[in-house]
Each structure stands twice: as C-alpha cells, then as structure tokens.
C-alpha cells in the first residue's frame, strides 16, 4: 500500500456517508486510483497533493479497459475526493470534458421478474426467502430487503426506509397498499423481530453468499428484475394501463391527459424505488 492509497482509505473511513456498500466501494476506489496513479508514474504523497493532472491521468488509463458507465462511478468517487479536501476544481465539472460519453439507456425491454411465485418457493433458507418477498412486493433493492428491520420500518401505512439502508443514503417511504404486502412484512417481522433480515449470527458478507447460493439454486439469481416487475405492476396501479415495456402503448401514442397521468406515475414509482431521476425509471417502465 502506497502512501496516497492509505491517506485516502483513512479519508474514506473518517467520513461514513453513504450505505456500507458505498463505502466498500470508495475504499476500492480509493486503491484503484492510488495505484493507477502511482504505475502512470507520480509519487504522491496525501490527498492533498491531488492536482488535474492526476486525475487526466488515471482516466487515460481507465479508457483502455473501462465502459463509461464505470468510469462515471470512478469519476464519483474522485468527485467526492475533490469536495472532501476542499479541491473540488480537480476534477472537471462535466464526463464530457474528459472524454466521457452520455450514458445511454435501453429502454421498452422489459427485465421484469413476472410469475416468481414458484421459484421463490423453491428457497429453503426462510431469511431468504421472506427477502425475496420484501423485494417483489415493495421493489426494493437487494441490500435493502437484506438490512430493513421490518418491526422498525412498518408505519402502519408505508414502510420507511432508512438512509443507511439505501444506495446512494436517500431514505424513503413506500406505501404499504395491498393485502399481500401487508401479509409479507407480518411474516417478516414474525422472523426478524427487532432484527434485521440478516441472522442474528450472520454477518452481512456470510448471509449475501447464503443468499446468492439459494437464488442461483432456485433459477433467479438476477433478483433486480423483481424491481422491475414491481415498477410496472405500479404503473399500471396508478395509471390503468400496462408500460411499454409490459407491451402498453408507447408515450408518443399517449393523448396529453395521457401524457400527465403517465408523467405522474413516473414520478411517483421514482421515489417508491429511491431514484432520483425519472430517465433511470424509464428502464424498468419503456418510453
């Protein structure tokens, strides 16, 4: 471990926002451009001494191996860097002065999960299981269903989600509507009491490899598309049709009454999911 690479790991570790996931991930980060740095030839010493040249530098060499939707995610990290040590002129402002093309988005493909009843069944461990649950009927990610202590989380109403267990640290509120949803979370809090989703003796890493061994074994191992089943299932909830990737009508086609009630659907599933953009939601729904 190179100098830069341990002042920035401790930089990482002295501030903690963001889910413990993220900060997995600045603490890769924070490795991979120390010894990007580093191999491109600078001997810096702390992260103060970050300068633009630095950060060209490692992007150069991020280009020959990386998509640009990885380099985003580096370029967040560097970005977050800059506004932790006060710099934050190192890094340009926009991915475009680097090189750095405009994400784009496959849309009217659905990735929905649809008829998971079954598979899920197949799970044998039930910490597992009732997490699956939790994420068909609530479109949660992963790590949420995971981490959400179901007796704290029930409001009666909706079920809150706190910052720690969230991407991104964006806590939110999903409404419990249906009795199905209110049937999953008694049987979860029945399981979990005043814990998490995780067993008791199990550490998130131990119980996230139980979890992937049991969802390959049952044949859905790509649970995110259970999101996706969620969001469209919502869409046609809140606007009486079926998305376009569900094979509704597409947008273009919509009359303008159309247009605002799908507009507000959109914005609605895109808080329920912990978005913060509506073009990303535009993956789960088509356009």
């Known amino acids: 471990m190179n100098d830069l690479e341990y002042r920035l790991i401790r930089l990482v570790r002295r501030n903690r926002d963001g889910s413990k996931a ?44 990386a998509c640009d ?44 999960i649809n008829g998971s009843e079954a598979k899920i069944a197949l799970v044998k461990d039930p910490h597992t299981q009732i997490s699956l649950k ?30 720690s267990w969230c991407k991104g640290g964006r806590e939110r509120q999903i409404p419990i509507r249906t009795p199905l949803q209110r049937a999953v979370l008694d049987e979860a809090k029945r399981l979990a009491g005043n814990n998490s989703m995780i067993p008791p003796h199990k550490s998130y890493r131990e119980h996230l490899a139980k979890w ?37 009508p597409l947008c273009a086609t919509l009359t303008e009454q159309q247009q605002e009630t799908d507009l507000r659907a959109r914005m609605r599933i895109t808080q329920e999911l912990g978005h913060s953009r509506i073009d990303i939601t535009n993956v789960y729904l088509g356009r």
């Open 212 to 248: 992937q061994y049991e969802t390959t074994k049952a044949g859905i191992s790509r649970t995110h598309g259970l999101r996706h089943a969620y969001a469209q299932y919502r869409y046609e909830e809140l606007t009486g049709w079926r998305s376009p990737a569900a094979g509704g």
């Open 69 to 112: 939707a990885t380099l985003k995610n580096r370029l967040a990290f560097l970005r977050w860097t800059a506004e932790k040590i006060d710099k934050p002129n190192i890094v340009p402002r926009t991915n475009a002065e680097l090189g750095i093309g405009k994400r784009a988005y496959k849309t009217n493909v659905s990735k929905a």
């Open 134 to 163: 939790l994420q068909q009927q609530f479109g949660l990610r992963r790590e949420e269903a995971l981490k959400m202590q179901p007796a704290w989380a029930d409001r009666g109403c909706y079920l809150q989600l706190k910052s």
């Open 22 to 65: 993220t900060q997995a991930d600045r603490r890769r980060m924070a490795s991979l451009f120390s010894r990007t740095v580093h191999k491109a030839g600078f001997a810096i010493q702390n992260e103060r001494s970050i300068k633009p040249k630095h950060i060209l530098a490692a992007v150069e060499a991020w280009k020959k191996t």
